[in-house]
């Protein structure tokens, strides 16, 4: 089973963070991250920022892990970590997410 893992960051520097963290360490075959605007409620306040959004392609049997390591090296007090299923996929790169993460 697969899952692609949302993420969000506080910056491109700690998005490149996690995302090296996660591949170089097997935890996910690959991330793509790209910036964007969030508004949310935080301490009782409406609050509108930059922040940059990953998406971790890996193994479901991962997530947990990965979910411990990003909270390592994380800024945010809350961080945005979900896992969702990949229903289906194309089998080449399923098969690559699995090669690529075999090692964890």
Known sequence: MYVTVYITAGNKEEAE??????VEENLAACVNFFPCRSVYRWKGKVVEESEYILICKTEK??????????REI?????????????VE?????LQWVSDATGKA
């Open 61 to 70: 049997r991962l997530f947990q892990q990965l979910r411990k390591r990003v």
């Open 89 to 93: 996929g194309e089998d080449e790169f």
């Open 17 to 22: 963070r996690i995302a090296r963290t996660a």
């Open 74 to 86: 994380h800024s945010y007090d809350v961080p945005a970590i979900v896992a969702y299923d990949i």
